[in-house]
């Protein structure tokens, strides 16, 4: 089974701004970009799987987050065969994200 990886534009640009940011923060893109590439590579791949969290997904369909270090996570929904990378940043930002998109998640589009 092919997974197809997606991000949205919101993520392309979170991605840009922590490429500016310090070690800590390249370090944390480089874990994302990592995860994102086992999981197009291999789908079940256990070492990128391991890494998600497991608290308040059930709250949205098909959501799934990546812990990245540091207090980050990767926020990623999962439509059909395509799983699509929405948000990354803080727990605190990726709960407001979430949050503030809730509404219209179904209609999350890739770049």
């Known amino acids: 089974m092919m ?7 919101n993520l392309v640009k979170q991605f840009a ?8 923060e390249r ?5 994302a970009e990592t995860i994102m590439t086992r999981l197009q590579q ?7 799987e391991c ?13 799934r987050k990546y812990s990245l270090s540091c207090g980050f996570r990767l926020v990623g929904l999962k439509r059909a065969d395509r799983l699509i990378f929405t948000c ?4 605190d930002d990726c709960q407001r994200w979430i949050e503030n998109n809730r509404s219209c998640l179904d209609e999350i589009e890739s770049v």
């Open 42 to 48: 291999n789908p079940l791949d256990e070492k990128a």
């Open 3 to 9: 997974l197809e990886i997606h991000q949205t534009r």
């Open 88 to 91: 990354i940043g803080s727990h």
């Open 27 to 31: 370090d944390i893109l480089l874990r």
């Open 51 to 63: 890494r998600r969290t497991y608290n308040g997904e059930f709250r949205l369909k098909d959501c």
């Open 17 to 24: 701004a922590l490429r500016k940011g310090g070690k800590k």
